[in-house]
């Protein structure tokens, strides 16, 4: 898929937003990528997620064991990940504010893995998840993700492999530009 594809993938679906945004990060943003939305269709998931797995080296894919993703918005992004990688899917939650597998989810000593997410800003969720992996025993051999909204600039510390890259301004809520600080913020993603 071409850049172009992607993103009529997220018009179609009503999934690229404009208007003031309060990131997950804390950051603003004139535009939001609403992932969710693109994902309601399993088949459109489905190619995304394809699409993304041949952007990935053959050592990558031939590596990974698992994909390992955060709640709440990298968990359908995670599973098609696997899927299309025909390995296991695991997710993520915080239930004390620090990410952790639970529900039975085990990784083995040294499992190689997948974070995937659906989308990365500043790259702070990516990293947090990839200590959790390492804590679970765990090694991360790479990212990956739907959209990369800070045009290469996020360090996740292992190679990232995004199916898009964007370059999206986010500011500090207190250096808003002006047409931006004009506007009402709504904070539309999972992240109290």
Excluded: N, W
């Amino acid at each position: 898929m071409t850049d172009e594809e992607v993103l009529a993938e997220f018009r179609a679906t009503d999934a690229l937003l404009e208007g003031h945004f309060i990131l997950s990060s804390g950051r603003r943003s004139a535009r939001y990528l609403q992932c969710a939305r693109v994902l309601m269709d399993p088949a459109r998931g489905a190619r995304l997620a394809r699409a993304l797995v041949a952007r990935l080296p053959t050592e990558v894919r031939g590596a990974v064991s698992a994909v390992v993703s955060p709640a709440m918005g990298g968990v359908i992004a995670g599973h098609e990940m696997a899927r299309a990688l025909g390995v296991e899917a695991m997710f993520l939650e915080r239930p004390e504010g620090v990410f952790e597998l639970r529900r039975g989810f085990r990784l083995f000593p040294g499992q190689q893995v997948l974070m995937m997410e659906d989308v990365v800003t500043t790259g702070l969720s990516s990293r947090e998840a990839i200590a959790a992996t390492a804590r679970a025993g765990g090694e991360t051999v790479a990212a990956a993700a739907l959209v990369d909204r800070s045009d290469g600039a996020a360090d996740l510390g292992v190679p990232f492999f995004p199916l898009l890259r964007l370059s999206v301004p986010s500011y500090a809520p207190d250096a808003l530009p002006p047409e931006l600080a004009a506007m009402p913020a709504m904070k539309p993603g999972s992240r109290a």
